[in-house]
C-alpha cells in the first residue's frame, strides 16, 4: 500500500510567510517582537494621545520605543554571537543584560525627565511594550524547531553492522 501524502517541507526551513526569508532565529524573534511591540504601542499611543494630547501618545511612544530598545539589543547579540558560538550566548545575554540595566538607569538618571514626558504614559507605554514583546518571544520560541540533542549516528556498515 502506498501514500499520496506530500512530504511536506523538510524541518527547519520556511518557505512561506512573513519570515520565510530571514533564517536565523534570533532576527525573527526580533521582527515578530518588535511588531507586536509596535503595534501595541501604536494603539496605546491613539488612546493617550484621546486623553492628553499629543504630549501623551510621544510620552507612550518614548516608554515602548524604550523597551524595544533595551531588548532588540539582547536578541541583535544573540544573532550575531549565537552563529560563532551558541552556548556562549547565554552567558552574554546575562553580561549585557547587567550592562544594559545599568547603562540605561545611568542614561536615564543623568538626563533626568524631560519636561515633555508625562511620567503616567511613559509607564504604560513601557509596560505595553514589555507584554506585548514578551508574549510574542514566547509565541515565537515556541514555533522554533531547536534541535536539543544530536542525532544517533549510525556505526559503520550501515544499521544492521551491530547485529
Partial sequence: MTSNARSGHASGRRGDGIFGGISSLWLRLLVLSSLASGIAAAVTCVVAAMIDGGQGALSTAAGALLVMLFFAISLLIGHFVGRANPSGAIGLFVATY??????????????????????????????????????????????ARLQIFNDPTEPKGGPDATA
Fill in 98 to 143: 547587567f550592562v544594559k540595566v545599568v547603562g540605561f538607569a545611568v542614561v536615564l538618571f543623568a538626563l533626568g525627565r524631560p519636561d515633555w514626558i508625562i511620567g503616567r504614559w511613559f509607564l504604560i507605554g513601557a509596560v505595553v511594550g514589555v507584554v506585548a514583546w514578551q508574549a510574542a518571544e514566547l509565541y515565537g520560541f515556541s514555533k
